[in-house]
């Protein structure tokens, strides 16, 4: 069965698709096989892969409403092992479409249930809809990305609510792996303070790496490719490389 990870935040813009790309990229450097599922209808994570947005059934939209199979609309990268299932504008209706549906919470989960990978990583989008209901019923773990600017933890508190209703109700074994520094910038003082308030709060539920703000990062996926593969000596990549380790160092711990 394979590990299912949503990586989420309700806030926009704080290093979602950032994380899924690079972490996917990483994790599939390092040997395991690995899906990402663009749920976004930015389709961020599919052009931070170089992959073309064909509109229709064929994408992640098809997939959550059950209409077309995983297998058939999943797309290789030019990384081994690195599959995605990519999204478009189309996924906008999904929402209001899910909503008339009986089993409108658990469509992902089903029309995920079969797949073989290692990993599969969900691309969330902003906010707290019915498509992200769906991947925090699918997954068994998540990532919660956490930008190191003044209103970061604002948000946060709802965010934990939403995962504790959705343990009392449809995923009980719903973990959280870790909670993500990202854009840490060491020049601005604010970013410590922060990310010391954040692991005030949080404590161990914290990852140890943090990721800065590094222009190789947002330079690599205008590239349409993963950091460690547009500069693997970068900032950026050496702390998705430390990510990949620590993360497997909790999954190990968490079995
Ligand atoms: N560590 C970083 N250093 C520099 N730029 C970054 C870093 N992380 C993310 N960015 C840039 O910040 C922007 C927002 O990041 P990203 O798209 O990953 O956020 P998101 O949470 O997925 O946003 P959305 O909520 O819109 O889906 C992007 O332009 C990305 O390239
Ligand atoms: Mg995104």
């Given amino acids: 069965m394979s590990r299912i990870v949503a ?17 996917a990229a990483a994790l599939a450097a390092v040997g395991k096989s690995a899906l990402v599922i663009d749920l976004d209808p930015q389709g961020n994570a599919t052009t931070g892969f170089g ?7 064929h994408n992640s939209y098809g997939v959550l409403l059950g209409m077309v199979c995983p297998k058939e609309v999943t797309k290789k990268t030019y990384v081994q092992g690195l599959f995605i299932i990519p999204s478009t504008i189309d996924l906008s209706a ?12 658990s469509k992902l989960k089903q029309a995920i249930a079969n797949l073989h990978y290692d990993y599969i990583l ?12 769906n991947a925090l019923n699918a997954a068994h773990k998540i990532i919660i990305p956490l930008q190191c600017e003044f209103y970061a933890l604002e948000g946060l508190a709802q965010l934990f609510n939403t995962i504790q209703s959705v343990r009392d109700t449809i995923n009980k074994n719903l973990i959280v792996s870790g909670i993500l520094l990202t854009m840490y910038d060491r020049r601005n003082s604010l970013s410590s303070v922060v990310a010391n308030d954040v692991r005030g709060h949080f404590k161990s539920l914290v990852f ?6 590094n222009v190789k990062i947002s330079e690599a996926s205008s590239h349409g490719k993963p ?3 547009y500069d693997v000596k970068s900032a950026g990549a050496i702390a998705h490389i430390e990510l990949v380790r620590e993360f497997l160092a909790r999954e190990s711990k968490n079995d």
Avoid at 7 to 23: D, E, M, P, R, S
Avoid at 94 to 105: I, N, T, Y
């Fill in 7 to 23: 990586v989420i935040n309700q806030k926009g813009g704080v290093g979602k698709t950032t994380t899924v790309v690079n972490l």
């Fill in 51 to 57: 992959i073309d947005k064909k509109r229709g059934l």
């Fill in 94 to 105: 999904a929402e209001v479409e899910l909503f008339q549906q009986k089993d409108r919470d």
């Fill in 122 to 133: 969900v691309d969330c989008p902003p906010g707290f809809g019915l498509i992200n209901i």
């Fill in 208 to 213: 140890n790496t943090i990721i800065p703000r």
């Fill in 227 to 229: 950091v460690i593969l």
